[in-house]
């Protein structure tokens, strides 16, 4: 399976982003999908996930009701909706699959990453 994350940019404080992660192979349905994010200095943490089917979906505390993670399995694609952004949403994003249907917030548990896409948030 190889990932392509899109959409990242630079975005004022208040605004909204949307990432995509484009999915290659044929075995996308089958697998939980992830976002995780990088800050300078820091390690890479958990944002949101999705099952399978996308019937039940995961997020950190600190996205919780301003994130939404979503997933169109037609099209091999996951999407993560930003909304409400700070600074401190500052990161480069990454998409994640893994060999489950399950979803993890380890990212160790992911078998397959994206390549990254920047978010930068002003204030």
Known sequence: VQLQASGGGLVEAGGSLRLSCAASGRTFSRLAMGWF????????????GITWSGGSTAYADSVEGRFTISRD?????????MNSLNPEDT?????AARGSRWISRISGEYDYWGQ????TVSS
């Open 91 to 95: 990161a480069v994003y990454y998409c």
């Open 73 to 81: 399995n037609a099209k091999n694609t996951v999407y993560l909706e």
């Open 116 to 119: 990254g896409t920047q978010v």
């Open 37 to 48: 994010r990088q800050a300078p200095g820091k390690e890479r943490e958990f944002v949101a």
